[in-house]
């Protein structure tokens, strides 16, 4: 054991010390470099003078050497240096395409020469861009939990739930694949050897397995519908899919279902199976005329005769995955009898029992260990009974190899397999052969090579020379990319025969793996991400003001299966992302419906629609973006005008001051209730906070019919007055309501497709963009308009260099002086 650790303990050596190990590991190969373009500026002419006299003019009155309003001042911009403050000018292009400067109020140019402005100073810094956005630190990126648990997954056909075992993974700009947030403290290694031992254990299975138990509990709703996966005929339930330990026996005990000494509901027979892999193991009867008799007649002990009925189930299982069910069987469709219309999503008799948690524990009377998917993917060989040890070592050469080239992500050495073979020789003095194999896992799992991605530099090039990844590191980054785990065995392979970097065969697998149901974590992972739908864990809607979207009736998973299943829809159609904006169709169940005022929905299944109302069209009527840029008990147009303003526009607001007053949602001397309107107004009249608001508010008031879970409404019911959703966007649009917004966004549908193009980007590349990025940022659209298909832009993201070219490091530069333009 002590070795063992001592081999896991490079999990977190020093990162230059691992770096150096997979320096060592690579076989360096000579490469020509790529000549350099060096920055220069563009030359003077009477056209550019005018866009500098523009700039000037509509500018300085901020940004001069006396105001120098954030420390920037145009006053010495000149055609000539103007591309030497590309970093500066950047942060203006930026605020001049969104529109937000000139800011509010102030002296606006027309339209015509503020586009003639942006376009000239884009041409010039892309004109003069050099290759600062090519890359020049090795960064060794590790997984996180997301793309541990999907490699897991694809590598051994195990189900691991990472987020139990392992850290959070740090979050920057949104996404947590960035590589230089992902570091690992010492503290970190007692997790990841952990998990590496459990995942092992779960794919081979034990022979000596001991009995332990799982949990699982029922999500949002009343179970008045079927669930998914389990048998028709069944309405609410649980399905837990569980990955068995051993053949054996198992037992079920299900959470009390009679609570009440009065027995409420009791009167109703409420029918429960228990299913193993959709066939029945046990029935019976909760509630009906015999468990009435009980209450009326017997009383002592009558809940825990009822309940007895839902423990020590007892049934026996063969290891490996299976599908576990608790469930009821319908009985009827019919509406609720009560006098008052229910609140939550649902329909049907509101006194049906719920399945709220049930236990599993197991195995018992253990009976052997079954062939099983992840026991058939380790086991490439298998030593025949009382084979010798040279045999048995030979077999295990073969699945370290087999395993380790997918794991490692690339081809394996003689000293990967000579590592891995010491896990098996500690592994074979406790466990035999199977134990040998399971600690050769445990290391596996546990080896930098597997949890660290890094990108060689080559032998025969000088500092600051630029190069191409290799095949096998672009396959790796391209799987990271699309499916969140690693290269299947094709792309690999072509990889590994150095002919993915050609540009039919590069094309040709980055739409395979589009079309592959993989590449559905682009919608589920990069969307809510670069979206910052993680907001929506922290909005627990308030039970007091939103009774129907709270506490089982809480819509907020739906909300996020509905934006996942949207966006993959845009993507699988290969449509135009600005369709983001403007699509006219979503996915609902009876949850999501109701809350949109869609009657005809019923059940927990999702489908697709067609909307007839146009406010739910595009992301700014998805019930997830508007929760997530709300409160628990009411609205907020500031966080909704900078969910616009970042995730649409591209323009992030600037951080509000320190000490900023909470909202005074009453009138001084008075009962009366406010609107957030009113409110907001009586905030944004402190000229500290004007500037940014007179930008943000229009945004979000535009979206104030909805409510804060996304339910439309005319009128507000604390103030009892029609909701006043009208303001007037910073360059003059006058706007009234969702239809409004959504039609000025898209009248200049590249202003969002660029900001899509940055996430896209930062999600590839896992790193930051910087300002010297922005030139890729307008190549990639330019080279997919007018169309911007979904498919063009990820073609043109692996395409670009960020994602497939760096430079030797070289030695850093002394600290420049920092210009007067800005800071």
């Known amino acids: 054991m002590k070795k063992t650790l001592t081999r896991l303990a490079l999990v977190v050596a020093p990162l230059s010390v691992i770096a150096a190990s997979f320096t060592s590991v690579f076989a360096a190969s000579p490469q020509q470099a790529a000549p350099s373009s060096p920055r220069t500026a563009t030359s003077p002419a009477p056209a550019a003078q005018t866009q500098i006299g523009t700039l000037k003019q509509y500018c300085a009155t901020c940004h001069s050497d006396r105001v120098k309003t954030a420390g920037v001042s145009f006053d010495g911009i000149t055609p000539e240096n103007v591309t030497e403050h590309a970093e500066v000018m950047e942060k203006a292009v930026r605020k001049m395409r969104g529109r937000v400067m000139p800011p509010p109020g102030a002296k606006q140019p027309d339209a015509a020469s503020l586009d003639s402005l942006v376009a000239w100073l884009e041409t010039s810094l892309d004109k003069a861009a050099g290759r600062e956005h090519l890359r020049d630190r090795v960064v060794l990126h590790r997984l996180n939990r997301k793309e541990y648990a999907n490699v897991v997954r694809d590598l051994l056909q195990v189900e691991f739930n990472a987020t139990e075992v392992l850290p959070a993974d740090d979050v920057a700009d949104g996404f947590d694949n960035i590589a230089a947030a ?31 138990g799982w949990t699982f509990r029922a999500g949002p709703g009343l179970q008045l519908t079927h669930v998914a996966g389990l048998p028709l005929g069944t309405r609410g339930g649980i399905l837990a899919n569980v990955d068995l330990p051993a053949d054996g026996e198992y037992v079920v005990n299900i959470a009390d279902m009679a609570t009440h000494i009065w027995g409420n509901g009791m009167e109703y027979p409420n029918p429960l199976v228990v299913t193993l892999d959709n066939k029945v193991v046990y029935e019976t009867v909760i509630g009906g005329e015999e468990d009435m008799k009980l209450y009326d007649q017997v009383q002592s002990g009558a809940l825990d005769k009822v309940n007895a009925r839902l423990k020590n189930i007892r ?28 609140f939550a999503a649902g329909g049907g008799q509101d006194r049906l029992y719920r399945v709220s948690s049930f236990e599993l524990r197991g195995p018992f009377n253990v009976k052997g260990l079954s062939d099983t998917p992840s026991r058939q ?33 690339r081809p394996i050495a003689a000293d990967d397999v000579n590592e891995l073979f010491q896990y098996y020789q500690d592994g074979i003095k406790d466990g035999g052969f199977e134990g040998g194999i399971r600690s050769t896992i445990t290391g596996l799992l546990a080896s930098p090579f597997f949890l660290y991605r890094s990108e ?22 391209l799987s990271f990319f699309l499916w969140n785990s690693i290269p299947d065995d094709e792309l690999l392979q072509l990889a590994i025969a150095g002919t993915l970097k050609q540009p039919t065969v590069l094309e040709r697998q980055v739409k395979r793996m589009l079309a592959d149901q993989r590449s559905l974590t682009l919608s589920s992972n990069f969307v809510n991400q670069w979206l910052d739908m993680k907001r929506l864990d922290e909005i627990v809607p308030d039970s007091a003001v939103f009774p129907y979207a709270s506490g089982r009736a809480d819509p907020r998973r739906d909300f996020r299966t509905e934006l996942t299943l949207f966006a993959d829809s845009i993507f699988r159609e290969d449509r135009s992302v600005a369709d983001l904006l403007s699509a006219t169709h979503t996915y609902v169940n009876e949850r999501v419906a109701l809350q949109y005022g869609i009657a005809d929905v019923k059940g927990d299944r999702f489908r697709r629609v067609e909307l007839t109302q146009s406010v739910r069209w595009g992301l700014l009527g998805k019930g997830a973006v508007l929760m997530a840029a709300a409160y628990p008990n009411r609205t907020s147009p500031v966080l909704r005008g900078a969910f616009v ?3 649409i526009q591209g323009v992030p607001p600037a951080n509000p001051p320190m000490n900023v007053p909470a909202l005074d949602e009453k009138d001084v001397g008075t009962t009366r209730a406010q609107t957030v309107r009113e409110m907001i107004a009586k905030h944004r009249s402190n000229p500290t906070c004007s500037s940014c608001h007179a930008v943000m508010d229009p945004l979000g008031l535009a979206l104030e019919n909805f409510d804060a879970t996304g339910m439309w409404r005319d009128r507000d019911r604390y103030a009892g007055v029609a909701i006043d959703a009208s303001g007037e966007l910073p360059d003059g649009t006058p706007v009234k309501g969702p239809d409004d917004l959504r039609k000025a966004l898209l009248r200049r549908p590249e202003q969002f497709v660029q900001t899509f193009t940055e996430g896209l980007l930062t999600y590839a590349t896992g790193r930051k963009l910087e300002y010297y990025d922005m030139p890729t940022v307008r ?42 333009v800005g800071k």
Not at 183 to 212: C, H, N, T, W
Not at 381 to 406: E, H, K, L, S, W
């Open 182 to 212: 992902l570091q690992v403290s010492p503290s970190f290694i007692e997790q990841y050897v952990i998990a590496a031992r459990l995942v092992a254990v779960k794919a081979m299975g034990r022979r000596d397995a001991r009995p332990e």
């Open 456 to 477: 060689r530099v080559p032998t025969g090039l000088r500092p600051g020379d630029s190069y191409a990844i290799s095949d096998v590191e672009l396959a790796s980054k």
């Open 645 to 647: 303003l970042k995730h």
């Open 315 to 342: 049934f026996s299982a063969t290891a490996g995955p299976h599908k576990i069910g608790v469930a009821f069987k319908r009985q009827t469709f019919a509406e609720s009898d009560d006098q008052q219309q229910m």
């Open 779 to 820: 190549r990639i659209m330019h080279e997919t308009a007018p169309g911007y298909r979904f498919s063009a832009l990820v073609q043109a993201v692996v395409k670009s260099d960020q994602f497939r070219m760096h430079r030797v490091p070289q030695a850093a530069a002394p600290e420049a002086k920092v210009a007067s």
């Open 377 to 409: 993917r380790i086991f490439s060989c298998y030593p025949a009974a009382g084979a010798t040890a040279d045999v048995q070592a030979r077999c295990a050469r073969q699945i370290i190899t087999t395993i380790a080239r997918r794991a490692y992500r």
